[in-house]
């Protein structure tokens, strides 16, 4: 009878570089693993960076052996190891395995934590939001450069098609009176586009390919001839069209 718990690895194809892990359930461990990559929260940064710019299909997750929880710190400290003196590199932070498993907060300690998590007070708030947009003015691009390469599971798009929008049944220009209406119309009358005749630079189309070229080496084989069979009937089409 196969085992629930056991010791898995999460290895780079393209480097060979691992993380190895072990848990009770190694099937839930992973599709966490997997989940928590694809929308870019992962907690190892070492990881996340790897699965952002080589792409999920380079990595393989699996089960590496099956042994008893008991015997799960051991064996997975074992492996570890092992790994370092064949000289692969590992993902893993810490040099010395341990876990949480078995560990009870008292109840004390777990109604402080629900108290805290219910309770944040506007100045709080006003210290998380300044603390934010210090850390973007200091980190320009850095929370887009994380959201790179994330994807969502199809049980979250369905979440998200099914979410009702805020304007959603209203009529007009988001339910606008007239006069507002007559007032946005006014304002813009006559005014040209920020961006008329302005040229983006070398730099900026130089980063622009770049973007682009990291973009498709991130695409899998399927997705790449799927993009340039449609490339292809839309030339033919045109060619169809001007004869």
Not at 147 to 176: D, H, I, P
Not at 184 to 205: D, F, H, Y
Not at 226 to 239: D, E, N, P, V, Y
Request: proline share 3%; charged share 30%.
């Amino acid at each position: 009878m196969l085992l629930l718990s056991g010791l898995y690895a999460i290895i780079n194809e393209l480097t060979g570089k691992t993380y190895i892990g072990s848990s009770v359930n190694v099937a839930r461990r992973l599709r966490n693993h997997s989940d928590r990559l694809r929308r870019g929260v992962h907690d190892n940064i070492n990881l996340q960076r790897a699965w952002q710019l080589d792409g999920g299909a380079a990595f393989t997750l699996r089960r590496v052996s099956e042994c008893a929880p008991s015997e799960l710190i051991a064996r997975e400290q074992a492996l570890v190891e092992d790994c370092r003196e064949k000289g692969i590199a590992l993902y893993n932070l810490r040099p010395v395995v341990d876990s949480q498993l078995g560990f009870r907060h008292s109840d004390e300690t777990r109604a402080k934590f629900r108290a805290a998590k219910r309770v944040i007070t506007p100045e709080t708030r006003a210290r998380m939001s300044a603390s934010a947009r210090r850390y973007a003015a200091e980190h320009p691009g850095e929370m887009a450069r994380r959201r790179v390469g994330r994807l969502f599971t199809e049980e979250q798009k369905k979440k998200l098609r099914g979410r009702r929008s805020w304007n959603r049944g209203k009529t007009g220009l988001y339910a606008a009176s007239a006069e507002t209406r007559a007032k946005l119309s006014a304002t813009g009358m006559g005014r040209p586009a920020w961006n008329l005749g302005v040229s983006p630079g070398e730099a900026t189309i130089a980063k622009r390919r770049v973007g682009q070229k990291a973009a498709w080496a991130r695409r899998s084989p399927e997705q790449r001839a799927a993009i340039g069979l449609k490339s292809w009937k839309t030339r033919r089409a045109a060619s169809a069209v001007i004869g």
